[in-house]
């Protein structure tokens, strides 16, 4: 159950001393790194063939930033991740987890909120190809936040309610 929680890397018992009616036992622990960036490049397109064969392997056309995870914040196993991209669609996302909410060991709470804003957007097929629309500045945008309550009523089993707002003009 220690290594359940998600926060170490490495978990090792061992029994140090064990005489008639009692043991000691050492419980060492790796702890996994607090901070964690993980590097997002990817192709606006749907695949690399796309992008290479129909834009010309147009650099522009490339999706790029980043993701930061921060876990156990305050040392309650919480979450904090936040997500942001550039190029052809631009996105700032945000999610931070409470896996413990009150006296009530059970229940947790999670938030999220998202941006995303892109330049261009799909409207047709011609010839097994898709057609966009590009306009002045951004043509989607999209906004969406919410809110999730986990309620682990035993080991194997979570129950969880989620309620969001998404607008898309």
Known sequence: QVFNLGLFNRVSFNIKNW???SIDVY???IEKFRIT???IIKLADRNLNEWWRTFDHDFSRIQYGGTVVINNIRGMNERLRVTTTFGLGQ???AYYKFPQVGKHKGVGLSIYGSVYRTRRMPYATENNKLVYYYGDGFVKKNLAFGSKIYYR???KTTH???VGYSYTW
């Open 19 to 21: 005489e008639h009616d």
């Open 27 to 29: 419980i060492h622990v």
């Open 37 to 39: 960036p993980i590097p």
């Open 91 to 93: 996105m700032l996302d």
């Open 153 to 155: 009523y035993s080991l």
């Open 160 to 162: 969880t309610i989620d």
